[in-house]
C-alpha cells in the first residue's frame, strides 16, 4: 500500500486529508508535536479504514532535528504533504518579534527545512510526491494579515521552485491555495459562505488534484479570479485600500 | 462569534456562538474558563435542550477509538454521529442495539437524550448497551462511569440532557445481524382499537411502530398502519440481494432546497398514507424484505425535511401514558384530532419496562406528531400537558422547547433526585441550556 506523510497532523484540515487517503487505501504517517494528542486520529484511521498508520513527533521549528526524525520513519512515504501553519495575530506581530518569529518560523522556515530533506530524498529516488498548504493571502501582502501572508508568499514562491527543479527527476510538486476554509483557525472569522470550502471539500480536492499531477490547486475555483483581480490593482491606489 | 442556532424544529433560534475541539485538554480549559455553556451535537434535538449562551459543538470529536468485530463492541468519542458507525459496522455483520428514526445524531446525544427506537420492548432504550461512558464535568475532571461505577452520575447522564457534564467518550454494545435487510409486515388497522390489539398480538416482534392518521373520526378513529420487522437471514433474500448480504445498493439523496410553506409537508403526509392504506395491491397485511434504511430512517432520505414547515418551524410534540391509562391515549388523541392543528399524520409505539432516573420511555403507550407554530398554540399545548400529566404521563425533553415548568416536576417523579446529581457536578450551573433555565433544573 502507499504511504502519505502529513507533517502538522492535528489540523481539522489534516484530520480530513488523512481520512480521504485513508478511505483510498494509504497508509497513514501522522507528524505532530503532540504524540499523544494523535493517538485517538491514529486509531479513527485504523478502526474506519483498516489501514496502517503511525505517529511520529515533529516539530516544524525544531529545524536541526528534521533529518534524524525524516531518517527515522518506518517507510519513505510516497507522499508528502505539509499542512502545519500558523495564522498568529497580525497586529501582535507588529511589535512582538516573537510572534513574528513564531508566524515565519511555522509558515515559511520549517516548512523549508523539512521540505528539504524531503525533497533531496525524492530526487535520489526520482519518484514521489510533495504537497505544500499555502494559503492565497500569501498573494499579495495587506495590511490585515502581511505577516501570516508573507511567509506563505515565501512558501509558494519556494514550492514553485522546488517543482522546477525536481520536473527532471520525476518528482511532483503542488502548492495548494485553499481560501477560505471552515476550521479551527477561521472558527473566530466570519466568513462569506459561498468562497468558503468544508475540510473534507479541501481533501477531496486535493486528492483529485494529486492524482491529475496538477501544480497548482484552487479549492474554490473563484479563488483564482479574485486574486487575479487583487494582484491586477495598480500599488498606488491598492496602498490606499484597507483590505 | 455569534451564530444563529436552531434545532430540528426551526423553533426557538438563538443567537449562540460555538466553540469546536478536538482534544479533550481544549474541552477542559473551555470548560473551566466559561460559565452558561451546553454540548451541542448534530441539532437533531427538536426543542431548546442543546441551545445556550455558549455551545460546545462536539462533532469535531469524532474519532472512532476502537470496533471489537468478534464481540461487537464500539468505543467511540461522543461527536460520532450514528451513520458513520453503520458504515463501519454493516458490513461486518453488526447493528446499532438501539436507533431512533433518523441517524444523522451523535453518540453524545444518544446519551444525553437516552433515545428509544422501535424495539424498545425488547431490548429497551439507548442507556441499557452503554458499557462505560467518559463524562468531563464542570470541575474540568473526566470521570469513567457505568451502570457500577460513579452510577449516579451514570444514571444523571442518561436521558440528562447534558446537565451533568460533556459527554465525551462512550463504549458500547453491538447487536449481531447476518444481512443488512429488514423482513417488514405492514398491517392496516381499522381504528385505534385495531392497532393496539395488532401492537399486544405481533409484541414478540423486535420493532415495531405505527403511523396514524390523526384526521379521521367516527369508527374510523385511530386508523392506522402498523409496521413490524425483523433482521432477515439470508435465505429470506433475493438473488441480487445475496451478492452481498450485509451491503446496501447505493442510492441518491433528496434535499429540500429552502424553507417551503407550511402545508407542503401535511399535503406531502396525506398522500403518502393514503397511497399506502388505499393502494391498489395494498392487502391487509403486506410482507416485503427492505434495505435497513427505509426502514429505520425513512426520512432521512429526504435532507432537510424540516423545512417542509416553513421559515415559523414547528415542535414536535411526544408523550408516553402508562399501559393502564389507555383512556389517556384516547383523550389526547381525540382532543388533537378536533382541534386539527397537528400533523396528519402521528407515531405510535408501545413501550417495555425501563428502569431509569430520568429518561423518557416507561412502559406504556408513546405518540409523537409535529405542530407547526401558529399563534394560540402552546396554549393548546398547554391544555394537552395537563391531560398528560392528568393521566400520570410526561412529554420528552428532546422534543420540548416549550414545557412549564410544574408539568416537568410533576411528571417526571425523580426530577427531585436528579437536580440533586446534577448539582453535585455542575454546582454553579455552568452547564445551562435554555431549557434547565426553563425548566429550573439549573438554578
Request: proline residues 4%; aromatic residues 12%.
Amino acid at each position: 500500500m502507499p504511504t502519505l506523510l502529513i507533517l502538522g497532523a492535528g489540523s481539522d484540515m489534516a484530520v480530513a486529508i488523512a481520512r480521504k487517503f485513508a478511505s483510498e487505501k494509504y497508509d497513514i504517517q501522522l507528524a505532530g508535536r503532540n504524540t499523544a494528542a494523535l493517538t485517538p486520529q491514529q486509531q479513527d484511521l485504523q478502526v474506519r479504514y483498516n489501514v496502517n498508520a503511525t505517529t511520529h513527533l515533529f516539530d516544524a521549528t525544531d529545524f536541526s532535528s528534521h533529518n534524524a526524525f525524516y531518517a527515522g520513519l518506518p517507510a519513505v512515504p510516497d507522499i508528502t504533504i505539509c499542512v502545519f501553519g500558523y495564522l498568529g495575530h497580525q497586529e501582535k506581530a507588529q511589535v512582538n518579534w516573537q510572534e513574528a518569529a513564531t508566524i515565519i518560523n511555522s509558515n515559511y522556515t520549517g516548512a523549508v527545512s523539512i521540505l528539504n530533506v524531503v525533497a533531496e530524498s525524492y530526487a535520489a529516488r526520482k519518484q514521489g510526491t510533495i504537497i505544500g498548504i499555502s494559503s492565497v493571502a500569501g498573494e499579495r501582502g495587506r495590511q490585515s494579515n502581511y505577516m501570516y501572508g508573507s511567509a506563505k508568499a515565501g512558501f509558494t514562491a519556494y514550492l514553485s521552485g522546488l517543482r522546477n527543479r525536481l520536473f527532471r527527476s520525476g518528482v511532483h510538486v503542488m502548492s495548494v491555495q485553499p481560501g477560505f476554509v471552515n476550521t479551527r483557525m477561521t472558527s473566530h472569522l466570519p466568513l462569506p459562505p459561498l468562497l468558503t470550502a468544508q475540510p473534507e471539500t479541501v481533501a477531496t480536492a486535493i486528492f483529485k488534484a494529486v492524482k491529475r499531477k496538477k501544480n497548482v490547486l484552487y479549492v474554490k475555483w473563484h479563488w483564482r479570479y479574485i486574486m487575479l483581480i487583487i494582484k491586477l490593482i495598480p500599488e498606488g491606489i491598492f496602498k490606499k485600500l484597507s483590505l | 462569534m455569534q451564530k444563529r442556532l436552531a434545532n430540528w424544529g426551526n423553533y426557538p433560534a438563538v443567537a449562540s456562538d460555538e466553540h469546536a475541539f478536538t482534544r479533550e485538554d481544549e474541552l477542559r480549559n473551555y470548560v473551566v474558563a466559561n460559565t452558561h455553556m451546553i454540548a451541542r451535537g448534530n441539532g437533531r434535538c427538536y426543542g431548546d435542550a442543546s441551545l445556550g449562551k455558549h455551545s460546545i459543538s462536539m462533532l469535531k470529536y469524532d474519532k472512532m477509538l476502537s470496533f471489537d468485530t468478534g464481540a461487537g463492541v464500539m468505543d467511540v468519542q461522543a461527536g460520532v454521529t450514528l451513520d458513520q458507525i453503520l458504515d463501519i459496522i454493516v458490513p461486518k455483520g453488526w447493528f446499532l442495539p438501539v436507533t431512533p428514526g433518523t441517524k444523522y445524531i451523535t453518540v453524545g446525544g444518544a446519551v444525553a437524550s437516552d433515545v428509544h427506537g422501535k424495539n424498545h420492548h425488547v431490548d429497551g432504550a439507548f442507556s441499557g448497551h452503554i458499557i462505560d461512558m467518559d463524562v468531563l464535568t464542570a470541575s474540568g475532571e473526566t470521570i469513567c462511569c457505568s451502570a457500577t461505577q460513579h452510577h449516579d452520575l451514570f444514571w444523571a447522564t442518561c436521558g440528562g440532557m447534558g446537565l451533568t457534564g460533556v459527554i465525551t467518550r462512550v463504549k458500547f454494545g453491538l447487536k449481531k445481524i447476518s444481512t443488512a435487510y429488514i423482513r417488514q409486515t405492514q398491517l392496516k388497522a381499522k381504528n385505534l382499537e385495531e392497532v393496539i390489539r395488532l401492537f399486544d398480538e405481533y409484541k414478540h416482534y423486535t420493532y415495531s411502530m405505527a403511523w396514524i392518521d390523526c384526521l379521521q373520526k367516527g369508527d374510523s378513529f385511530g386508523r392506522s398502519i402498523l409496521i413490524v420487522g425483523e433482521h432477515a437471514n439470508p435465505e429470506e433474500l433475493n438473488a441480487k440481494q445475496k451478492e452481498a448480504p450485509l451491503t446496501l445498493p447505493a442510492k441518491r439523496k433528496l434535499t429540500v432546497p429552502f424553507n417551503l410553506p407550511s402545508f407542503v409537508l401535511n399535503t406531502f403526509t396525506v398522500k403518502a398514507f393514503n397511497w399506502l392504506y388505499y393502494g391498489k395491491n395494498y392487502k391487509k397485511v403486506m410482507q416485503k424484505v427492505i434495505p435497513y434504511e427505509p426502514f429505520f430512517y425513512p426520512l432521512d432520505a429526504i435532507l432537510q425535511w424540516n423545512r417542509g414547515y416553513g421559515k415559523a418551524g414547528f415542535v414536535q410534540y411526544q408523550f408516553v401514558v402508562s399501559l393502564e391509562q389507555k383512556d389517556g391515549l384516547i383523550a389526547i388523541l381525540k382532543k388533537i384530532s378536533e382541534k386539527g392543528w397537528g400533523s396528519f399524520l402521528a407515531v405510535l409505539k408501545v413501550f417495555g419496562k425501563q428502569d431509569s432516573l430520568i429518561s423518557f420511555p416507561m412502559e406504556g403507550y408513546t405518540l409523537a406528531l409535529d405542530f407547526p407554530i401558529r399563534k394560540g398554540l402552546f396554549e393548546f399545548l398547554d391544555e394537552l400537558d395537563e391531560i398528560v400529566l392528568q393521566y400520570g404521563g410526561r412529554l420528552y425533553l428532546s422534543k420540548d422547547a416549550r414545557m412549564k415548568q410544574e408539568i416537568f416536576w410533576n411528571s417526571y417523579p425523580n426530577a427531585g433526585r436528579f437536580a440533586e446529581i446534577v448539582k453535585q457536578y455542575n454546582s454553579d450551573a455552568r452547564f445551562e441550556s435554555l431549557q434547565s433555565e426553563r425548566l429550573l433544573l439549573t438554578k
